[in-house]
């Protein structure tokens, strides 16, 4: 039988490189779609196919697509990896920024879903990976696009999960906690360069240290994990609905279930040290 085809998007490093080499490593026929073909060149000597794509482009998106289908026929399994965390006080980030956060986070990944459906609904199989993160399930301070893009993606794969079931496609969340990729530096440089002056100053400057500091980064899970998670909901018979995996992700979802809103905020406030430098500031 015809090995399997695969196309992971964000694989240029972090979870989308090492999902790639997994799934390759398991006989897949693997597609890796990143902007940067330069940063993926390495993925080629696995014998992985490297495809140039952006998912804020939809002519890219489409003709990634096309390309799969003309070379090998099908698509078996999309991860919808490609992503990136927008921090910042709500009165400070800029509407272009918010909506080029919906536009890598929410509308990429779903205008990829809609491309690659057809050829799944005619086979009647098929499994759709949707990355989102536990921060889907929880809030954090100043990260209020970023959250609103991942509860998104969350309500969106609930949806799409009922309407597929009667062509035999699986939709399958992946919940990360705290991984140790580019994302939380990338993360928080945008939230100094966003709210790092001003009214929020010492709440951004704190959540970055937080978030990108050395402590928090010797907590970090490592990617592969992440990937081992995908492929063993991709090679499931029956894979499970999500997979909450990765420093924190389990615990702080079932603290935010059972926590009030306000309790929660309060915890939040503590854990990322933005409590002790307010209190600081008024000292």
Known sequence: MAAKVALVTGASSGIGEATALKLRS?????????????????????????????????????MGINAIIAEAGRIDVLVNNAGYGSYGAVEDV???????????????????????????????????????????????????????????????????????QPFGIDVVVIEPGGIGTEWAGIAADKLRQTSGQGPYAVQANAMAQSMAGEDNRKRLSPPQIIADTIARAATAARPRTRYAIGFGAKPMIFLRRILSDRTFDAMMRMATGISRALKAQKA
């Open 26 to 62: 398991l006989g897949y026929m693997v597609y890796a779609a990143a902007r940067r073909l330069d940063r993926m060149q390495h993925l080629a000597k696995s014998g992985i196919k490297l495809l140039a794509m952006d998912v804020t482009d939809d002519a890219s998106m489409q």
């Open 94 to 164: 800029p509407m272009d920024e918010a909506r080029a956060q919906l536009d890598v986070n929410v509308f990429g990944a779903v205008r990829l879903i809609q491309l690659a459906l057809p050829g799944m609904r005619t086979r009647r199989s098929g499994t759709i990976v949707n990355i989102t993160s536990m921060g889907g399930k929880i809030h954090t301070p100043l990260g209020a696009w970023y959250h609103g893009s991942k509860f998104a993606l969350e309500a969106i794969s609930d949806c799409l999960r009922m309407e597929l």
